[in-house]
Structure formats: structure tokens, C-alpha cells
């Protein structure tokens, strides 16, 4: 049995309305002493939102906040820090041209006299880095740190703070490698230790499984679920997150798909990088081109739509091609979804706008757009893929990148491609959206389309491929015919070179 | 799939403070053009006549047909600076023609529209094969194309006594009732005028080559990626503009009767302005002829209520210069608001 703790953070019934949304609405949620407590949301649910109450930036409309039993009201983020609450943003706010020490006293330093008292912030400083394993000189110019630590530096900022109660890491492993989060992760279970609570914000879902004691999940401003951690997984999880079931993605597939060849390379070189490409995607397979950035896949991409220098021979359904721009690409039937949507919206035209931009020759007469034909178009495509926009009428700028990646696809599939390539189509985009896009790769290769798929994520190769191919410093090492029995690791062995 | 973002970028953007931004935003100019119109109307006792309103859209029409073209080519994030000096080529083309080699006023007029779009659809090829700054190649344009004028004329007005020796006969009436004439007390001009913005607002709207020069402003990179030339859409609109400019002059040269070389000078600053002020982003992508319409009003009335204010025409320039860089500095604050 735990013996129940009196927290030390209690919102109660929390509510926030901006003009047209209810932003939280109601929400409760509790921080034990030593307690990590992982606050899940996608994009909009609310999460930001509430942190930013309890950290005292901006007022709540409602409810209550209780710090160890006393209820609180804080005006701004000032009466937060006095009260020991402390945000640490995404964005951080360090002095790149002072120590690590100056950086961590910042506006505090103490005093002997009218000087500042120098051994005492090293020593001190030098004492926390101790602590907590961190092997840095206090006299080390932040600017001269990686990004990982330098956000180590503004938690130990937080922590340095004598009357710490309650941290907030805002995404804090939105900028880190792997290894980094592992040293965060071993950093936050020291800071738990001293009886501090914190809430770590995140949408990455095996994250906050690892790191947390208990999971509360947000949705359209309302509390869905605070769990234990212990009694959830990421399948649950992704259901609090999005209110859909999982759609279960089969691995392994392979077979149903013709024999016929859509795009052959040989001997295909492209942008002076991508060199002795051979390649064969067959008709209405996914193809996956895997590799690290930097591996050549995009170059090679762009090459076969016809905005890299290209040589050697390209063949699409029988037919020996050399596209030189793309529009000459387009007219061929490639489509291209580029790696950043920024080189493919126009963020300031319509959604109904952007999906016809390809096809604004097959909606028009004489130069004279249908509008009706147009718009009904638009709205078909708005509707089968689900893309979330008040109306048609929207511009692009204002749908989140999950959606705006829907439009450029809506763009591609009205203009009926036999070949479409996707650069990393589900970068940037939250989780829901993700598996979103990938179930519907999966479903348009089943009707027929051909796609060149570019991930440099093992998992999601896995999950969408028929084939892979492997890339690695301008060539392809490796092909994989089928993906039953290849693993993650596997891939990633091949395409960094590792045997 | 998300169907549950409580708070979508959209609707975060739409605080109170924000909304009335918006209002100043969208309606800033027409706003604008109400207030100075009732400070005229205070201030003198003839601003608010029928007469003085019918000067007024007299006055604004060449403005207002250059402008309409500017709105285009401000749209694809270009710039043309040339436009009063086409404008005075297509002009004087057509007088030296109709004056001295007495053609009739179609062929002369056609003979001057075709020469202008020409000389733009130079800038525009300039611009796009040459991958050369849009105003660089206009501000170019502007003294080559002033020059060839000058040439024509030998800097005289057409038609001029000093050459009256090679005169055919003076201009015909066809052109200047296009620039002085009246259809049941409506000016011609105007309504000229106002047949271009509405033939503009189609092209904006309804047409392909529209559609395209919002896309090539916006994202030029995209509209490339999309399967658009973007040289030909940036060659074409220099194009129009050129015409435009040849159809405006032909107003003009009505109106004074006459024709020079150095007539128009300043207007591309009387269009840029109209355009900005209508609410067009100079920076492409976004904008409106309708706005434009409203811009060059704005900028007719400010000059015609200070001719009644009998303020000394120095004056006027000094006023003209000021809103130009007020509204720049205008335009600037609306993009990092409507950013934000």
C-alpha cells in the first residue's frame, strides 16, 4: 500500500476560455512530492495552455490552485517563481556569452559587499554539477555547449533555486538524440530524489511511459485520463490521445502487388551526389527509401522530379524519361511531396486553391477557371481525407501541419499520378495525424498507386513498406525485397555503415 | 484522426484586440477614404458636389488603370517602376502617329497599346531569363523607355507648332472623348477606368493566369514544384502591365489633348501607393484590385481637396511623398501584425 501524500500542486477545476474556444475546461490535476508527472496532448489540447496558468504567464478564468494544501492565485509568472514553481520553455533563456555559473545565478548573484561573490556561485555551481554527474568546468561559456547542455544548465538554473517545489519541462526532448534524453532522463530521476515535483510535458508517448509516475492525458481542453504509468501502454495511450482506436497496421507485405515495373534506374545519378542508383519499383508497391539525412534520398527525389541535374537512365512504365523541370516531371505522371511543406504551400491561397494548384489546366476552360467544378472538387478531397479546416475558403497558413500535409497530398491524388513520391511525409506532425498518413499510403498503394516513400525512421519503413531500399553516402547499399524478418536495428546498421 | 484540436491556430488568432486590428486592417484604407472625405467636406463648401466628384474619378482614371496592372505584378512579389515611362511611349506613339502620319485613331491606337505591351513584356523577360531583380530591371526600363519617347518626340508636345510643317492634322476626336468625353454626364474615363478594374478582378479571380500569379507571389518555389512556368506567368504580367500602361496613355493623351515624352513622370509612386493603400502586400501573394480601386480614390481626393484648400502645389508633393513613405511604414506594421 502507498500511503496517500498530501501533493504538493493541486488544480482544481480549471478552466480557460479564448474568444471562440474553450481552451481547458475543467480540468484537475495533482503533483506528489518526488512525483514526474507526464502531462500528453496533441497540438491544441490544452497542455500549453494549462502550464502556462500554472506557471503564472497567463490568468485562468476559473478553478482553483492549491500549493501544499494552500490555495494560490498568481498574477504573473514572478508570483509563480516566489511561490517555487518554475517553467524551463523550449525555447531557452541563457547568456550564450556567460559561464555556466553567471548563467545559473543570473540576476541573483550573491553579494559580499558591493561585489559579487564569485567563490561562492563556483563553488556552489561546481556542487551542483557534482550532484547531479554533469562533468563541466562552471567557467565554461554556455554559448560553447551543445543544445542537450544547455538545456541542462536552465534545469539546473530551476533546480538551483532553494525554494523549488514544482518544475515544468515544457518538451524538453524535442531538440535531443537519443542518448541526450537518456542523460535528461537520468538527471530528472536525481531531481526526483530531492522531493521536487515535476510535470513533463510531451507528445512522445514512450517517453513519458519511461519517465513518469503517472500520465494525464488532455483533449479539447478537457481532462481525459491520469493514470499510473505502470497500467498504461502506448497503444492505450494513443486512444486517450485521439479517441480512435489504433488502426492496426499489418508489417510484412508484399505479394499482392503486380509485377510490372513503374520506375527503373540504371546507372542514375543525380545532383552530383546520388551516384549509380539501380532500382526497380514495381507498379503499385510502396517503395521505401531509407536512409540518415544527409544519405542522398531527398537529392535523389528531386532528381526524379526533375529539380536536380540528372544522368544515367530513367525509365517510368516503359518509357525512357528525362525530366528536366517539374512541370515536365508532372506532365509525365510523377507527383512530389518535398521533405519541408514550406517549398510546396502557398500558404496565403485557400485549401480549395492549393489542392487544384497541379490541376488548374483540367479545372478550367480556356484559361477561365469552373469554379463550381473546382470547389467541388476541393471539398471531395476535404472530405475523404478527412482534412480538419472550417471550410475550403481557409488559407492554408491557419491548418496545423498534419492537415497541411492532407492538402498537398489532396494535390497530388486529384491530379491522378502513376508515381508519387512522399519526402518524409510525417515529419513535424503530431501523432494522430502520422498514423493517419500512413494507413493511407498503405490504402492507396492497395488501389493502385505507386509510391516512393523517403523515411529516415526504421519503424515507419517497416510499417509502410513493401521494399526497401537502404541509402547511404549518395548510393543504395542495400535492398530489401521484403521486410519479414528484417528488424530496426537492422536498417539501421545498413544505412550507417555498421556491420 | 485529430479531430479534437480545442484550440486550431485559426480561432487562437481572434481576441478582441486582434478583431479590431482586423477591421483597421481590412477596412484601414476605406476607412481612411471616408474620414478624409468628410475633412474635406468640413473644410470647403465645394468638395462634396456631384461636379467635384466626377473631377475627381476624371483625374484618377490613369492612375487607376496603371494601378490596376501594378496590383497584378505587386501580386507576383514583382515591381514595375516603368510604368510612367511606357505609359508615355504607348501615348506619344499613338499622337506621332495619329498627328503626323495621319492614321486613324484604331490603327494609332493599337500602334501605341502593342509597343507598350512590348517594352513590358521586356522588363518581364529581362526579369525572368536574367534572374534579375524585379525593380533593378524596371528602374532600367524607366530611363531606356522615357529615352525612346524623348527620341520619337524630339521633346516636343505632339501635336506642336514647331513641327507643324510635317502635320497631318491634329488628334481625333475618338481619342479625346476616350480622355475628356462624357456618356450622359458621366465621364468616359471613368467608366474606362472602371471596365479595367472589373476586367482585372476577372483575371484575379476567375481565370488560371490569376490563380497562378498568387501562387508564383506567395511561394514561387511551390508554384514551381505545382507544375507552373513561372517565367512565362512572369513575363506575361509584365506583359499586361505594358498593355495597361499603352491603354492608360491613350487616356491620358485624350485628356490634355496632347501628348509629350515626360508626361506621367512619378506615376509608378502614385500607383504603388494606390496599391499598398488598397491593401496589396508588397511582398506578393496577397491582394486585391478592389482595394486598389479604393487606394487610387483615396489618393484623388487627397490631391483635389487640397487644390480647393488652395494649398500651393509644392506642397501637395511634399504631402504626396509622406503618405507614400506613411503608408510603406503602414504596410510594414501590417505584416508583422497580421504575422504574429
Known amino acids: 500500500m502507498v500511503m496517500p501524500q498530501t501533493p504538493i500542486l493541486e488544480v482544481r477545476n480549471v478552466s480557460k476560455s479564448f474568444p471562440g474556444v474553450k481552451a481547458l475546461d475543467a480540468v484537475s490535476m495533482d503533483v506528489l512530492p518526488g512525483e514526474v508527472h507526464a502531462l500528453l496532448g496533441e497540438n491544441g489540447a490544452g497542455k500549453s495552455t494549462l502550464m502556462k496558468i500554472i506557471s503564472g504567464i497567463i490568468p485562468k478564468d476559473a478553478g482553483e490552485i492549491f500549493l501544499d494544501g494552500k490555495p494560490v492565485h498568481f498574477l504573473s509568472p514572478r508570483d509563480a517563481l516566489n511561490a517555487g514553481i518554475v517553467l524551463v520553455q523550449q525555447e531557452l533563456s541563457l547568456v550564450p556569452d556567460l559561464s555556466i555559473a553567471e548563467n545559473i545565478f543570473l540576476g541573483r548573484w550573491p553579494r559580499r559587499g558591493v561585489q559579487v561573490d564569485w567563490n561562492t556561485i563556483f563553488s556552489e555551481t561546481s556542487h551542483l554539477l557534482e550532484r547531479f554527474g554533469i562533468r563541466e568546468d562552471p567557467r565554461t561559456p554556455v554559448g560553447a555547449l551543445s543544445v542537450a547542455e544547455q538545456q541542462t544548465v536552465e534545469i539546473l538554473k530551476a533546480v538551483s533555486r532553494p525554494n523549488l517545489r514544482i518544475l515544468l519541462l515544457d518538451e524538453p526532448t524535442s531538440a535531443l538524440s537519443e542518448d541526450e534524453v537518456n542523460r535528461l532522463f537520468e538527471l530528472v530521476a536525481e531531481i526526483k530524489k530531492t522531493g521536487i515535483g515535476i510535470i513533463f510535458i510531451s507528445h512522445k508517448l514512450h517517453e513519458a511511459l519511461r519517465i513518469a509516475d503517472r500520465v494525464t492525458v488532455l483533449r479539447d481542453g478537457r481532462k481525459v485520463v491520469t493514470e499510473e504509468a505502470r497500467r498504461l501502454d502506448e497503444r492505450m495511450l494513443f486512444e486517450y490521445l485521439t479517441g480512435k482506436p489504433v488502426e492496426v497496421l499489418e508489417t510484412g507485405h508484399g505479394g499482392d502487388h503486380t509485377e510490372a515495373v513503374m520506375l527503373a534506374l540504371e546507372g542514375f545519378s543525380s545532383g ?27 537529392t535523389l527525389a528531386r532528381g526524379l522530379f526533375g529539380l536536380e541535374r540528372t544522368a544515367g537512365k530513367m525509365t517510368l512504365e516503359d518509357k525512357v524519361v528525362q525530366p528536366k523541370s517539374p512541370q515536365e516531371a508532372i506532365a509525365l505522371g510523377i507527383g512530389y511531396l518535398p521533405e519541408d511543406r514550406r517549398q510546396a504551400l502557398v500558404y496565403e491561397l485557400p485549401v480549395f486553391a492549393n489542392i487544384t494548384l497541379a490541376i488548374l489546366s483540367r479545372v478550367s476552360r480556356r484559361g477561365i477557371l469552373r469554379l463550381r467544378e473546382e470547389t467541388s472538387l476541393a471539398e471531395d478531397f476535404v472530405r475523404s481525407l478527412r482534412i480538419k479546416t472550417p471550410n475550403i475558403f481557409r488559407e492554408v497558413l491557419y491548418l496545423s501541419g498534419g492537415n497541411q500535409q492532407k492538402v498537398l497530398l489532396a494535390r497530388w491524388l486529384a491530379r491522378k499520378p502513376k508515381l508519387l513520391i512522399m519526402d518524409e511525409p510525417t515529419r513535424g506532425i503530431d501523432v494522430g495525424a ?15 498507386l505507386t509510391i516512393l516513400y523517403i523515411t529516415s525512421e526504421p519503424v515507419e519503413a517497416l510499417e509502410v513498406a513493401d521494399r526497401i531500399a537502404v541509402m547511404r553516402g549518395g548510393r543504395v ?8 524478418g528484417v528488424d530496426k536495428t537492422m536498417l539501421l546498421a545498413v544505412a550507417s555503415g555498421v556491420s | 484522426m485529430p479531430q479534437n ?3 486550431p491556430a485559426w480561432r487562437e488568432g481572434e481576441s478582441l484586440s486582434q478583431a479590431l486590428v482586423n477591421l483597421l486592417l481590412k477596412g484601414g484604407s476605406l476607412v481612411g477614404l471616408v474620414a478624409l472625405s468628410a475633412a474635406f467636406a468640413i473644410l470647403s463648401p465645394h468638395f462634396f458636389t456631384l461636379g467635384n466628384w466626377l473631377n475627381i474619378f476624371r483625374q484618377v482614371a490613369v492612375v487607376l488603370i496603371a494601378a490596376s496592372a501594378q496590383t497584378m505584378v505587386i501580386i507576383t512579389a514583382g515591381i514595375d517602376l516603368s510604368v510612367g515611362s ?12 495619329m498627328s503626323y502620319w495621319g492614321w ?10 502593342f509597343f507598350a505591351t512590348l517594352a513590358g513584356l521586356a522588363s518581364g523577360a529581362i526579369i525572368a531569363k536574367g534572374r534579375i531583380p524585379d525593380f533593378i530591371a524596371t528602374l532600367g526600363m524607366l530611363g531606356a523607355i522615357r529615352g525612346i519617347a524623348l527620341l520619337i518626340t524630339g521633346g516636343l508636345p505632339v501635336p506642336s507648332h514647331f513641327t507643324a510643317t510635317k502635320l497631318a492634322g491634329y488628334l ?14 458621366i465621364p468616359v474615363p471613368m467608366v474606362f477606368a472602371l471596365l479595367v478594374v472589373a476586367i482585372t478582378w476577372f483575371i484575379l479571380n476567375r481565370t488560371t493566369f490569376g490563380r497562378s500569379l ?9 508554384a514551381r514544384a505545382a507544375g507552373i512556368n513561372v517565367d512565362r506567368v512572369k513575363i506575361l504580367v509584365y506583359g499586361v502591365s505594358g498593355l495597361y500602361c499603352g491603354l492608360a496613355g491613350l487616356v491620358l493623351v485624350g485628356r490634355m489633348n496632347s501628348a509629350n515624352a515626360l508626361m506621367a513622370e512619378g506615376l509608378e509612386l502614385q500607383t504603388i501607393a494606390a496599391v499598398v493603400i488598397g491593401g496589396t502586400n508588397l511582398f506578393g501573394g496577397k491582394g486585391s484590385v478592389f482595394g486598389t480601386l479604393i487606394g487610387a480614390i483615396l489618393m484623388g481626393v487627397l490631391s483635389n481637396g487640397l487644390n480647393l484648400l488652395n494649398v500651393e502645389p509644392f506642397w501637395q508633393r511634399v504631402v504626396n511623398g509622406l503618405l507614400i513613405v506613411a503608408v510603406v511604414v503602414f504596410d510594414q506594421w501590417r505584416r508583422r501584425v497580421t504575422r504574429d
Open chain 2, 5 to 7: 484540436r480545442a484550440i
Open chain 1, 434 to 448: 502520422k498514423f493517419e498518413i500512413r494507413a493511407m499510403v498503405r490504402d492507396l498503394a492497395r488501389q493502385g
Open chain 1, 272 to 298: 552530383g551526389f546520388v551516384r549509380d542508383v539501380n532500382l526497380k519499383v514495381r507498379k503499385g508497391e510502396v517503395f521505401v527509401l531509407f536512409g540518415l539525412i544527409g544519405s542522398g534520398r531527398t
Open chain 1, 477 to 484: 547499399v542495400r535492398v530489401f525485397d521484403h521486410t519479414n
Open chain 2, 86 to 97: 511606357v505609359l508615355a511611349l504607348g501615348g506619344c506613339l499613338a499622337a506621332v502617329a
Open chain 2, 214 to 222: 498568387y501562387a508564383v507571389g506567395g511561394n514561387r518555389e511551390a
Open chain 2, 172 to 185: 481625333p476626336q475618338s481619342i479625346v472623348w476616350l480622355g475628356s468625353g462624357d456618356i450622359k454626364g
Open chain 2, 104 to 113: 486613324p485613331f484604331v490603327s494609332g491606337a493599337l500602334l501605341g497599346v
